[in-house]
């Protein structure tokens, strides 16, 4: 079977003045399809890095990136764009709603970053009912009038959840998404997106250094010295 998502011989430095810094050395890494990969390393190892890198919000120094076997980090600027848009769904640890706008409108903004404001306007009932459906999915059916500052951390990475799901994306990238949250709320949240990637075949990488977290994935991989290597439970 071939890979849904596949990164190969991924290279990164950052450079402090003149001193070259590799924080990715030779990155390999192939996700089947529906798989929920947990990504752990300690902090500074480059998992955000990495993420950033397969959903092309940053780019490699080196190597290459497929999305079902077609190579997507060397597309142009609009088809990169697009696939950001369409095919990724992102959530941070910090969730990133907007204040200013409630957490149904925040679900949708995908949309209207994605078709533009008049394309949204012809749509926006579809929009709004899709939106609410996503929230009920989530367990905030009664907060989509509510702004990020009504809400608890749990219930404000649930509305980042559910406007991650809104553009129908293939792969989920979490980067520590329970790092801000109460080990309740972080066990939920969990729990969450382990249900999401059952019933939706939703493809997902996880990034956590929480090993109690990782251990729930299907598979768990390490980055060390700037590769990765698979971790198993002998190893620990
Ligand atoms: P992690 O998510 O595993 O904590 P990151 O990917 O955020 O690690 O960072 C990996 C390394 O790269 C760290 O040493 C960090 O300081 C450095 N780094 C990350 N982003 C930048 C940047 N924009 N400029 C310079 N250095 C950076
Ligand atoms: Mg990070």
Not at 135 to 147: E, F, I, K
Request: hydrophobic share 40%; glycine share 8%.
């Amino acid at each position: 079977m071939s890979a849904h998502l596949k990164a190969v011989g991924l290279k990164k430095s950052y450079w402090k003045g003149k001193n070259e810094v590799p924080v990715l050395r030779g990155v390999d890494l192939e996700i089947e399809r529906g798989e929920l990969v947990a990504v752990v390393g300690a902090s500074g190892s480059g998992k955000s890095t990495l993420l950033h890198i397969l959903g092309l919000l940053d780019s490699a120094d080196w190597g290459k990136v497929y999305l079902n076997d077609k190579r997507i980090d060397d597309a142009s600027e609009r088809a990169r764009d697009r696939l950001r848009n369409r095919a990724f769904g992102f959530i941070f640890q910090f969730y990133h709603l907007l204040p200013e706008l409630t957490a149904l409108e925040n679900v949708q903004m995908p949309a209207l970053i994605g078709n533009g404001f008049l394309s949204y306007m012809a749509n926006r009932a579809a929009m709004k009912r899709d939106a609410q459906e996503l929230l009920d999915r989530v367990g905030l059916a009664r907060r989509g009038s509510h702004y990020p500052s009504e809400l608890s951390g749990g219930e404000m990475q649930r509305a980042a959840i559910a406007r991650a799901l809104f553009g129908r994306p293939e792969v989920l990238l979490a980067d520590e998404p329970t790092g801000n949250l109460d080990s309740k709320s972080g066990e939920n949240v969990l729990t969450l997106l382990r249900d999401l990637n059952r019933e939706r075949g939703l493809t997902m990488i996880l990034v956590t250094h929480d090993m109690q977290i990782a251990q729930q994935a299907d598979r768990v991989v390490r980055l060390c010295e700037g590769r990765v290597e698979e971790w198993s439970p002998a190893l620990a």
